[in-house]
DNA sequence: TTCACTGCAAATGCTTTGCAGCGCC
DNA sequence: GGCGCTGCAAAGCATTTGCAGTGAA
């Protein structure tokens, strides 16, 4: 609680993202953005750094991180977390701001928009005095399959 | 990712969790559920090992990891994972569901209710076929003493 | 040439586990 | 009295970070 928020990223959400921020355009990181569209799923920074070694492309570890967060941080991918607490990420469908609703049997992700929620979190903010705003919003459940397993147990 | 449920625990999922399976009433464990009434909202197994500290009661982190993974698995308790990847539990009878709005700075929360999101998620659940629906929301952002302090740095 | 990006390895911090002693049944 | 539960400390792991060399612009 102390080291607060930050969610996932260790970044301090320097409220402006700084527009001018350019990225210089690297194998490691032309590599793993290939290799997130190959992967079109959630995969963990340890997955795909074993993609990549399979796959022939050498990128250190600790480079796979930063560049993986690196992309969360520009909105490029989403983040969440499996069940195992790791961080898992995927190239984003929906380039705008958006939730999921998640299975928390099979981990099955549905992306979902939410205009209402934003604007009803924007106006909860507002009237406490609160800035700089961010918020999460996740739903969990049993997805049509895994609720008929359920079912039939 | 392929593997639901037991988050974390190395548990082998014994198909049954055997119904005779009885958990001995210890002081710990006794200490561990008040605690879990008396917070009656999400809290990491580190906050919850802080919290039994101040209050004076002693219970090693061990055993808090111990005892509350136990409880999970008997479902006595809501598993969760945090923005920072760490399980968070909460006891299962929620009496009044309500919402965070968090300073990211100072840890200041307001508790905020929202019957609009929950017939928003109620129905987004819907719609996508989804049962057994819970979900989070956390609004993150500056309380209104805290963005002074920034403005004026 | 410059300075961001990389790789390597050590460091960090949460979570789990082995082992011996204690206390609930 | 037996055996599950605890505490302690060490181990395990994913993730982060310091530092010096490399390469994009």
Redesign the interface.
């Given at each position: 609680?102390?080291?607060?928020?930050?969610?996932?990223s260790g970044r301090v959400?320097a409220s402006a993202p700084a527009p001018g921020r350019e990225q210089r355009v690297t194998k490691q990181r032309l590599a793993v953005s290939a290799a997130l569209d190959d992967l079109a799923d959630?995969v963990?920074t340890q997955e795909l750094h074993r993609f990549l070694q399979e796959r022939g492309t050498t990128v250190s570890l600790a480079t796979s991180y930063r560049i993986l967060q690196s992309l969360a941080d520009d909105g490029l991918v989403d983040v969440l977390?499996?069940?195992?607490?790791?961080?898992?990420y995927r190239r984003c469908a929906v380039t705008g701001h958006h939730h999921h609703?998640l299975?928390?049997?099979?981990?099955k992700a549905?992306e979902?928009e939410?205009p209402?929620?934003e604007a009803?979190?924007a106006r909860?903010?507002k009237e406490?005095?609160?800035?700089?705003?961010?918020?999460?919003?996740?739903?969990?459940?049993?997805?049509?399959d895994c609720?008929q397993l359920?079912a039939g147990h």
């Open positions: 609680m102390s080291q607060g928020a930050t969610a996932g959400p959630f963990s977390r499996n069940a195992d607490g790791e961080a898992v609703l299975c928390r049997n099979c981990g549905v979902v939410a209402a929620v009803w979190a909860i903010a406490h005095g609160f800035s700089a705003v961010e918020h999460t919003v996740e739903i969990f459940g049993l997805c049509p609720t359920q």
